[in-house]
């Protein structure tokens, strides 16, 4: 929810347009202003999520998008996600058409396509203050902190796997069925990582960045199945995923690499880290943990590395300020509630 003022003369409010499947002019005009916002926040207005949801005439269940303005003149942009009792938005405003009420006529269309029998959650990206100052206007309560943590540094000693577990890299086509049960499982009570299917998971295959050298996975059983290394895993109850070699996937560490920005150098990230419940205690996580930065210093040379973990989960944090991650930056939702649309 990124809107923060910038000083201009009367612009002429441009409407907002509601649709489920992007043309080619909308596409072209949201992705103008997710540059320009982009460039004057020095971070992205919506999530990865988000942007892989920016495509033409792909309509997705439950997804609406909001653009303002044209391709000449891009001027908002917001992204709507429908749940049942609940939704989920992120909205920018390109810098030329920020103080100007855009963006609370944003949050006016998202309220009034979400409905009065829905709770609507508001990310504001990097506690944006132009966001904070909408989310008082609309009674909104903070619900969420998703922090942004950093580590500058050599990579951490090798952490040994438990007894009967390897590492190895993950197979696309291959690997990804069992991946996605065990990720369910893993993050059953997460809001969105938990909820991934096989289309978010292939999205992500698409992508430039990907790299199946730093996705790796813990197994047990009979095979290893790919190219095996031994520094992180563990041991579990059956109940993770399983592929054709008779093996049992109890873990993974997904890194990701994010190429340099005018601002930003090339930097790492701790992407995913999940593991079966029932492997938890025995030190899988910390292994994982240490098996994906060892890659991304050693292998790929990167001195910082990035995550993302939510405020309110005190282990994980401590694990990672224990490998000497600290906080940079924190994105706030924000959550309107019936009765309190506007004031």
Same mark, same amino acid.
């Given at each position: 929810?990124?809107?923060?003022?910038?000083?201009?003369?009367?612009? /002429?409010?441009?409407?907002?347009?509601?649709?489920?499947?992007?043309?080619?002019?909308?596409?072209?005009?949201? *992705?103008?202003?997710?540059?320009? @916002?982009?460039?004057?926040?020095?971070?992205?207005?919506?999530?990865?999520?988000?942007?892989?949801? &920016?495509?033409?005439?792909?309509?997705?269940?439950?997804?609406?998008?909001?653009?303002?303005?044209?391709?000449?003149?891009?001027?908002?942009?917001? *992204?709507?996600?429908?749940?049942?009792?609940? @939704?989920?938005?992120?909205?920018?405003?390109?810098?030329?058409?920020?103080?100007?009420?855009?963006?609370?006529?944003?949050?006016?269309?998202?309220?009034?396509?979400? =409905?009065?029998?829905?709770?609507?959650?508001?990310?504001?990206?990097?506690?944006?203050?132009?966001?904070?100052?909408?989310?008082?206007?609309?009674? @909104?309560?903070?619900?969420?902190?998703?922090?942004?943590?950093?580590?500058? =540094?050599?990579?951490?000693?090798?952490?040994?796997? /438990?007894?009967?577990?390897? &590492?190895?890299?993950?197979?696309?086509?291959?690997?990804?069925? $069992?991946?996605?049960?065990?990720?369910?499982? $893993?993050?059953?009570?997460?809001?969105? *990582?938990?909820?991934?299917? $096989?289309?978010?998971?292939?999205?992500?295959?698409?992508?430039?960045?990907?790299?199946? #050298?730093?996705?790796?996975?813990?197994?047990?059983?009979?095979?290893?199945?790919?190219?095996?290394?031994?520094? #992180?895993?563990?041991?579990?109850?059956?109940?993770?995923?399983?592929?054709?070699?008779?093996?049992?996937?109890?873990?993974?560490?997904?890194?990701?690499?994010? /190429?340099?920005?005018?601002?930003?150098?090339?930097?790492? !990230?701790? %992407?995913?880290?999940?593991?079966? /419940?029932?492997?938890?205690?025995?030190?899988?996580?910390?292994?994982?943990?240490?098996?994906?930065?060892?890659?991304?210093? #050693?292998?790929?040379?990167?001195?910082?590395?990035?995550?993302?973990?939510?405020?309110?989960? $005190?282990?994980?944090?401590?694990?990672? !300020?224990?490998?000497?991650?600290?906080?940079? !930056?924190?994105?706030?939702? %924000?959550?309107?509630?019936?009765?309190?649309? #506007?004031?």
């Amino acid at each position: 929810m990124d809107t923060a003022k910038t000083p201009e003369s009367e612009i /002429p409010e441009p409407e907002i347009h509601v649709t489920a499947g992007l043309s080619t002019a909308q596409l072209d005009t949201a *992705q103008a202003v997710l540059r320009a @916002a982009a460039a004057a926040d020095g971070r992205e207005a919506v999530s990865e999520a988000g942007r892989l949801r &920016l495509r033409v005439d792909e309509p997705r269940e439950g997804v609406r998008h909001l653009v303002a303005g044209t391709v000449e003149a891009p001027a908002g942009y917001g *992204q709507l996600e429908l749940q049942k009792e609940s @939704a989920t938005a992120e909205l920018a405003v390109h810098p030329d058409h920020r103080g100007h009420g855009l963006g609370r006529a944003l949050v006016g269309a998202v309220l009034a396509e979400a =409905g009065d029998d829905r709770t609507v959650d508001f990310w504001a990206h990097g506690g944006h203050p132009a966001a904070r100052r909408l989310a008082e206007a609309y009674g @909104a309560e903070l619900v969420r902190e998703l922090r942004q943590m950093r580590r500058t =540094g050599p990579a951490p000693a090798e952490v040994s796997l /438990p007894e009967g577990v390897t &590492l190895r890299t993950f197979r696309p086509g291959v690997d990804d069925e $069992a991946w996605l049960r065990l990720n369910a499982l $893993a993050f059953a009570h997460h809001p969105e *990582q938990g909820s991934w299917t $096989a289309r978010d998971l292939t999205d992500r295959i698409a992508e430039p960045w990907f790299d199946p #050298a730093g996705f790796f996975l813990a197994v047990r059983g009979a095979g290893t199945g790919g190219s095996g290394t031994d520094s #992180a895993g563990t041991g579990g109850s059956g109940t993770g995923g399983s592929d054709t070699d008779g093996e049992r996937l109890v873990g993974f560490h997904w890194t990701k690499v994010h /190429p340099a920005t005018a601002t930003e150098p090339e930097l790492g !990230e701790v %992407y995913v880290v999940g593991v079966d /419940p029932a492997e938890q205690g025995n030190g899988l996580g910390k292994a994982l943990t240490a098996a994906g930065l060892r890659h991304l210093a #050693a292998d790929r040379g990167l001195a910082t590395v990035l995550l993302y973990v939510d405020a309110d989960n $005190a282990a994980a944090v401590r694990v990672y !300020e224990r490998v000497g991650f600290t906080v940079h !930056e924190v994105d706030l939702m %924000y959550r309107v509630t019936e009765g309190r649309r #506007a004031r």
